[in-house]
């Protein structure tokens, strides 16, 4: 649900957020509600401030029941880049909290109205730390692992993280309302959010890479310039393992090299992606030359 527009990022609103909302009020929590948002709201922002920092456009920012993300478009994310914009949240949740805890402290005054805000950027700022997909440490973890391992890999150890986590947390949920007669429906619906989030980056991880790859093009249109990277491809190499070998962060150009090693051809990544939708993933790199070569 979109509220509005803040220059290019529009900012979006989840359904399930209008819920949390109508149920605050009625239990007398609006007061602590507007607190927990006026939180994620400085949260999110610092994540788009250090993204436009960084050269990088944030498409929409999205509040949603246990939290936020903002998503960005136009050129790939680097590593680097991914650590950074994901570390600026929990820090700024930190920063947000020390201001406040010196403000309490020369001002006592004011303990009994910030109390649950100070608390609140604390407890924002530990749980997003959890190397967990889709949390903000899960993204700074996944960064990480992108010096050892291949994008889809990396995403992948992170969303099973986040989904034994989750179904950790919404298996006790459900041993404390069984078998103990508690009902916690905060802790309930957490770690329903966090399996069905962490699933969905999980199936989206085998994407991502073409998804980058795509996005380059939006980049290439507003001005961007692309770095450019070299690879060499058996003529026999199925498409689809071609592809896997491509970097999402540059422009590739891939020499397409017979049993001798010798250069039979030359092809760049949108031939391939092309060649794909219409040959298939298993069709070789070598029948994509003899296409462009009737063409």
Same mark, same amino acid.
């Given at each position: 649900?979109?509220?509005?527009q803040?220059?290019?990022t529009?900012?979006?609103? /989840?359904?399930g ?5 109508v149920?605050?009020?009625i239990l ?9 948002m006026?939180a994620?709201?400085? /949260?999110?922002?610092? /994540?788009g401030?250090?993204a436009a920092? &960084?050269? $990088?456009r944030?498409d929409?920012v ?6 936020g993300?903002?998503r960005l478009?136009?050129?790939p994310?680097?590593? %680097?880049?991914?650590?950074?914009i994901a570390a600026?949240?929990p820090?700024?949740s930190?920063?947000?909290?020390g201001?406040?805890s010196?403000a309490?402290?020369?001002l006592?005054i004011l ?5 649950y805000f100070l ?8 749980f ?12 700074m973890?996944?960064?990480?692992l992108l010096?050892f391992? %291949?994008p889809y890999?990396a995403t992948?150890v992170a969303?099973?993280?986040?989904i ?7 298996l006790?949920?459900?041993?404390l ?10 802790l309930l619906? &957490?770690g329903v959010f966090?399996?069905a ?5 999980l199936?989206?991880a ?8 795509l996005r380059?093009k939006?980049?290439?249109v /507003? ?6 990277r070299?690879?060499?491809?058996r003529a026999n ?12 962060? %540059? $422009?590739?150009?891939?020499f ?5 090693m %010798?250069v039979?051809?030359q092809l760049d ?9 219409r ?10 030359l003899?296409?462009?070569?009737v063409?």
């Amino acid at each position: 649900m979109k509220l509005f527009q803040l220059g290019n990022t529009q900012i979006r609103l /989840h359904p399930g957020l209008l819920l949390v909302l109508v149920g605050a009020t009625i239990l007398g929590l609006l007061w602590r509600l507007l607190q927990a948002m006026s939180a994620l709201v400085l /949260h999110e922002i610092s /994540h788009g401030i250090i993204a436009a920092s &960084m050269g $990088y456009r944030v498409d929409n920012v999205e509040f949603l029941p246990f939290g936020g993300v903002a998503r960005l478009n136009g050129r790939p994310i680097s590593p %680097k880049a991914e650590f950074c914009i994901a570390a600026a949240g929990p820090l700024c949740s930190l920063v947000v909290a020390g201001a406040v805890s010196l403000a309490i402290m020369f001002l006592p005054i004011l303990g009994d109205r910030l109390d649950y805000f100070l608390n609140f950027n604390i407890a924002l700022a530990l749980f997003n730390l959890l190397p967990l997909l889709p949390l903000d440490g899960g993204r700074m973890f996944r960064a990480f692992l992108l010096c050892f391992m %291949k994008p889809y890999f990396a995403t992948a150890v992170a969303s099973w993280l986040g989904i034994i986590f989750g179904a950790g947390i919404t298996l006790f949920s459900l041993y404390l309302l069984l078998f103990l007669s508690i009902l916690n429906p905060f802790l309930l619906l &957490m770690g329903v959010f966090l399996l069905a989030a962490a699933i969905r980056e999980l199936r989206a991880a085998p994407q991502a890479k073409l998804s980058s790859m795509l996005r380059r093009k939006d980049a290439f249109v /507003h001005g961007e310039a692309l770095q450019i990277r070299n690879a060499a491809v058996r003529a026999n190499m199925p498409c689809g393992l071609a592809l896997s070998q491509l970097s999402a962060a %540059k $422009y590739n150009l891939l020499f397409v090299l017979d049993e001798q090693m %010798k250069v039979i051809g030359q092809l760049d990544e949108v031939e391939l992606l092309e060649g794909i939708a219409r040959n298939g993933h298993e069709a070789p790199v070598a029948s994509l030359l003899k296409k462009r070569a009737v063409c």
